[in-house]
């Protein structure tokens, strides 16, 4: 069913001019005095009240890291501290007008932020919500330090609790706001808006769009900030996440009340500096960052450059920006000016700046000046000030004791916290009460209707295989499992390149069209960063979701994204977050060097995910209801040669019902009692015929092992084939050095080593870049190359002439040529 978006070549093809609408730079030029009707003298002081309190935050952050104490207190932390120092009234501004229902997300610089999202929350929430929330946050552990001895009100017992939840995280204490997991460049606090920051420079790029994207799906109150750097807009992840949020078909294709660009702001805290290099004049070439908004889409992102110095021009672009979402015209892209007055880290001496360029502006420091602005104005005297400085100060150094007060305040006691926390374990039906939005009942989804004429086994009575075409396939299995989800979740979506219309590179999604609007099943821009960083921000708000990566070699262009974001966040947020993503692979053949390679091991290498790989239409069904039934992140490999595959080995075929497969089983595949095979992947079909082969001239009897998933994997059922073969070979299509069978094959050592009788050899593929489709069988393990490798590591076969040799001196000779 092709799209309505008709490319009329008389219209493309006309001459013309792009004309660029102007960009305002600082256009507001206010002060306190000019906006006395807008705000209450007491909101004044709110402000400026914020403003300090984040820079004595920061300044004891700053004294702890270059002198060991605060207010003569010593303290020892070697953790980082990446202060916003002089950024104050661009984070208090930024966070004034936001609600708990508007997300901010934020970079390895947001103490700040956070301290400002949280004090705009405490402002505008009654004190029964907000003992709510304190209460309720990690049963009360938090509150109760804050307030014992406290005599006050609920809004200042609020802002105790940010303060001291904020800066026990950063120390690493349990009583943090993420239980000490997350520290200095992860702390956030989701129950007012606050959501994570990200040590990789623009990793909330393509977040923050993806809440956004959740917001937008299930119809969530509220808009979504992504405050980046200016440092960060080189940045992949920045460029494909502001790609994703201007997407056409938001505003052209989607439909109802859903139509209309996404909610999330681009806000550019643009203090002029990526770490040392300076991106005014030397590591960029915009000049003035809201330029970029420019080529992004028709609106040029209601690109503007706003004072960050004046907190006031910062609230009233917020003001006028979120009418601008609220008809549904975003993104937009703030360029928020400001500076730190910091280096980049405390132990930075900053020379890569002159002196006189820092004194420069703190001749302008934005306390200062809106200081003398409310005492012009009549808003306040400088004894209110003094007054306010005075009760942060004493606030700042109260918190700061308790944070560092081994009792008050304790160290992660637990040591096997981490390991718990990586996995939730969930099982969730669906994450949304809603009725799934669907275009067609199931049963009458054309696919559907196609897959119930097929034969669920490969194999009729008499053992005879039925054709390709009649045959209940792997990729069937996948799709069954896929739609099922969508017609029980209406939280879940699914999308990747080419998955809408086309159905899918391989035709797993064929039929999906069909059935699902717009909203929950579409097509992504080639921007593979950003369809796996968008899930995870979709995910972290509350929604599941089905990533595609077309080809397991495309993993390198969201690298950041599944080994940074994607497996860490459920631990690092002290469980608070929970990830349901499915990141579906798939691993080719056929194309070449950058089309072909598996790179299970590279998944399997980073702790925090989830990792199968089945090989039956029985497996890959159930593994994927499994995944689907989840709360944890699963990367879900599957091998483009076997898509077409039947079921061979469940006897009954695939069951047409609902059924999961535990993700960590493997399963045998045959019994046997001679050795044993332990294959990942396609090679099952390789051990298989090698099997054969072995019995029917040698009369060995393999027992062949597949081993479905990798992370989770349970060695039980290995050990107790090893036990009755004493010799085992474990194989996948993966390139032998480095690979996740090595892992394996240490393992099974280990825990099998008084029933071996020979050593656990490895078959994997060589170690080349991968050739093409008319070299692959000198290159991936075939069925022989098995029985090579039991003549020439295990033991002789009679007569045999191996094809391929396994000796020790050829390992030895390839292995100095790095071969």
Wanted: charged residues 25%; proline residues 5%; aromatic residues 10%.
């Amino acid at each position: 069913m092709p799209k309505s978006e008709f490319i009329d070549p008389n219209v493309v093809r006309q001459p013309g001019m792009l004309e660029l609408q102007p960009i305002p730079l600082n256009q507001y030029q206010k002060t306190v005095k000019d906006e006395r009707e807008n705000f209450t003298d007491e909101e004044f002081k709110a402000i400026y009240h914020d403003m300090v309190l984040i820079r004595e935050f920061e300044t004891m952050l700053n004294f702890v890291k270059t002198k060991g104490e605060y207010k003569g207190t010593p303290y020892n932390y070697p953790g980082p501290a990446h202060l916003s120092i002089g950024q104050e009234a661009a984070a208090v501004g930024m966070a004034w007008t936001l609600t708990i229902d508007d997300f901010i997300f934020g970079n390895h610089r947001s103490h700040g932020e956070v301290l400002a999202k949280g004090m705009s929350a405490i402002h505008k929430l009654d004190d029964k919500q907000l003992m709510d929330i304190m209460e309720s946050f990690f049963d009360g552990i938090v509150l109760d330090v804050v307030k014992k001895d406290f005599q006050g009100t609920i809004k200042e017992l609020a802002r105790r609790f940010l303060v001291y939840g904020t800066v026990a995280e950063i120390f690493g204490r349990q009583t943090g706001f993420n239980k000490g997991l997350g520290g200095s460049m992860h702390v956030f606090f989701t129950p007012f808006g606050i959501y994570p920051n990200n040590a990789i420079v623009g990793g909330s790029g393509d977040i923050a769009v993806g809440a956004a994207l959740y917001k937008k799906v299930n119809r969530k109150p509220g808009l979504v900030v992504a405050n980046i750097g200016d440092g960060s807009l080189a940045c992949g992840p920045v460029w494909e996440g502001i790609t994703f949020s201007a997407m056409d078909q938001f505003k052209q294709l989607w439909e109802g009340d859903r139509k209309g660009g996404l909610p999330v702001i681009i806000n550019v805290m643009n203090n002029h500096y990526g770490m040392g290099g300076q991106t005014w004049g030397e590591t960029m070439g915009y000049g003035i960052a809201a330029r970029i908004g420019a080529g992004v889409n028709p609106e040029q992102m209601h690109a503007e450059r706003v004072d960050g110095f004046n907190p006031l021009a910062v609230i009233d672009a917020y003001k006028r920006k979120r009418k601008i979402i609220e008809e549904k015209k975003g993104p937009v892209l703030l360029d928020v000016l400001t500076y730190r007055y910091s280096g980049h880290s405390p132990s930075d001496s900053s020379t890569y700046r002159t002196k006189e360029e820092v004194e420069a502006w703190e001749k302008q420091d934005s306390i200062l000046t809106f200081g003398r602005q409310m005492i012009e104005a009549g808003v306040a005297t400088q004894d209110d000030l003094d007054d306010i400085r005075k009760d942060i100060e004493a606030l700042i150094n109260e918190l700061y004791l308790k944070a560092i007060d081994e009792n008050i305040s304790p160290r992660i006691q637990n040591t096997e916290l981490i390991g718990e926390m990586m996995f939730s374990n969930g099982s969730v039906d669906a994450f949304a009460d809603d009725e799934p939005e669907v275009l067609t009942p199931l049963e009458e989804n054309p696919r559907v209707k196609k897959i119930a004429t097929k034969e669920r086994f490969a194999f009729d009575a008499d053992g005879k295989p039925f054709s390709k075409m009649k045959q209940f396939q792997l990729r069937d299995g996948i799709f069954e499992a896929i739609i099922d989800r969508f017609y029980k979740d209406a939280s879940l979506i699914a999308y990747g390149e080419d998955n809408r219309d086309w159905g899918g590179a391989f035709a797993v999604y064929a039929g999906m069209t069909e059935s699902l609007p717009y909203h929950r099943f579409f097509n992504a821009p080639i921007a593979e960063a950003a369809i796996v960083g968008t899930a995870i921000g979709y995910a972290m708000c509350g929604g599941r979701v089905i990533p595609e990566i077309m080809y397991c070699d495309f993993l390198g262009r969201c690298g950041d994204e599944v080994f940074n974001q994607l497996p860490k966040w459920q631990a690092m947020s002290g469980n608070v977050l929970k990830m349901p993503v499915v990141l579906r692979v798939s691993i080719g053949s056929k194309y070449g060097a950058q089309h072909s390679q598996d790179w299970t091991s590279l998944v399997t290498h980073i702790p925090g995910l989830k990792v199968c790989f089945p090989a039956t239409p029985y497996d890959a069904k159930g593994l994927m209801n499994a995944a689907l039934q989840g709360t944890d992140p699963v990367v879900f490999f599957e091998s483009q040669r076997i898509y077409d595959i039947g079921e061979q080995f469940h006897q009954g075929g695939v069951p047409k019902g609902y059924y999961e497969i535990p993700i960590g089983e493997p399963d045998i595949k045959k019994e046997g009692k001679d050795i044993t095979f332990l294959t990942i992947g396609y090679t099952l079909y390789q051990a298989l015929e090698a099997a054969k082969e072995l019995e029917e001239k040698y009369g060995m009897s393999a027992e062949v092992i597949d081993a479905r998933s990798l992370v989770p994997f349970n060695y039980e059922k290995v050990i107790e084939s090893v036990k009755k073969t004493g010799k085992i070979i474990v194989a996948s299509d993966a390139t032998a050095r480095g690979s996740f069978l090595n892992d394996m094959a240490a393992n099974i050592s280990q825990l099998a080593f008084d029933y071996l009788d020979a050593p656990v050899c490895v078959l994997g593929s060589r170690n080349w870049i991968t050739p093409a489709h008319e070299l692959e069988k000198a290159f991936f393990p075939q069925p022989s190359w098995f029985i090579d490798m039991i003549h020439e590591r295990i033991q002789p076969l009679p007569g045999y002439v191996p094809g391929r040799n396994f000796t020790d001196g050829e390992m030895i000779r390839l292995s100095k040529k790095g071969i």
